[in-house]
């Protein structure tokens, strides 16, 4: 094919670091830091036991603003120090990184109180509610000369890295579409984070995230984004459905609802064949690669517990000396916060204070 044949094509191999080439460092390899974990829920929960069982690092402290909260959640993950606020936490002098696992309405306020207290900060994903306050927690991070980078802890598992390699070898062709869904099933409950405005709530922020972000991962950042979208009582999406399109002939088509436990697979479809990855696509997973040729092979990957790649590329990072991480850069960050925030405009989403 052509050079000017509109397809996507990823860089040859050879021009690619190991890490998206099928080669992860083991989590257990990366220096020890000390982890403080900003807010007490249970994503919060499985990264600190990620931390604790996979890695050289530690959990040193937990902050909350219900004590009761931090107490228990420190006995469950065996952390020293509890903090009751999220001052004490970040002005902790045994904590060397902050981890920001709040609602994605105060992502934004608690990186930059993590920031000002010249912490290095991990932010969940989505990032935080829209790509303006993403770029005042970078620019403070810049200017504090701190480490930060988005929890988007699937681009670090070695599934994805595998998965990468298989494109970049060219094994599938040129990419032509790439499809992705999550969906999850929420009763109604207007008290609940997911359907509460104030909280940013609704599926795309807490969910949608990870198939936009697995899209952007392979495809970059779209020409053009198209969705529509259904909201919830509360004014936040229930289901929305995403077509991002690259030049004339390339596609991502992505799905995610609160209304319904989804299949939670992605493809990667080429001119040649195609990956099939299983549910749940952006945890530890398996994937089969089928060529048009006939031949076909599957990875077999491990299941469990994923984030500690995620924490072991913060602390090699850190300890290098670096303030972001070239699989999830603040430019990528960016562009993620960007495409959602055009979702957002044309389903009608909008969060109180924006």
Not at 59 to 85: C, L, N
Not at 86 to 111: C, F, G, I, R
Not at 129 to 140: F, I, S, T
Request: glycine residues 10%; charged residues 20%.
């Amino acid at each position: 094919m052509s050079a000017a044949a509109p397809y996507h094509v990823l860089r040859p191999v050879a021009d690619l670091p190991a890490d998206v080439t099928g080669v992860v460092p083991a989590p257990r390899s990366a220096p020890p830091v000390r982890w403080g974990v900003l807010g007490a829920g249970g994503i919060a929960s499985s990264f600190a036991e990620a931390v604790r069982q996979h890695t050289q690092a530690r959990v040193a402290a937990v902050g909350s603003r219900d004590r009761v909260k931090a107490e228990r959640f420190a006995t469950a993950h065996g952390v020293p120090t509890t903090h009751e606020g999220y001052e004490a936490l970040v002005e902790d002098p045994q904590v060397d990184v902050v981890y920001v696992a709040t609602p994605h309405s105060h992502h934004h306020e608690h990186a930059l109180l993590a920031i000002r207290a010249g912490k290095h900060v991990l932010v969940e994903k989505a990032f935080t509610r829209n790509e303006a306050e993403a770029r005042e927690v970078l620019d403070a991070a810049r200017e504090a000369g701190v480490f930060v980078m988005e929890a988007m802890w699937t681009r670090f598992l070695p599934h994805v890295a595998a998965l990468r390699g298989v494109v970049a070898r060219g094994e599938i062709g040129d990419v032509v579409n790439v499809t992705a869904d999550h969906g999850q099933f929420f009763p109604y409950a207007p008290e609940h984070r997911l359907y509460a405005p104030g909280l940013a709530g609704g599926a795309l922020l807490d969910l949608g995230v990870y198939p936009v972000s697995f899209a952007h991962d392979l495809l970059g950042a779209p020409d053009a984004v198209t969705a529509v979208g259904a909201l919830t009582e509360t004014g936040v999406d229930g289901q929305t459905s995403i077509v991002l399109s690259y030049g004339s002939q390339v596609q991502a088509t992505l799905s995610t609802t609160l209304w319904s436990r989804t299949a939670t697979t992605a493809v990667v479809n080429g001119t040649a064949g195609r990956i099939e990855v299983a549910g749940a696509f952006y945890g530890p997973t398996s994937f089969r690669v089928v060529r048009d040729d006939g031949a076909s092979w599957t990875y077999d990957g491990f299941r469990g517990e994923g984030k500690q790649y995620q924490a072991a590329e913060v602390a090699r990072r850190v300890v290098a000396g670096e303030t972001q991480s070239p699989r999830m850069s603040w430019d990528g960050t960016l562009e993620v916060m960007r495409t959602l925030d055009e979702v957002r405009r044309q389903v009608g989403v909008v969060y109180p204070g924006e």
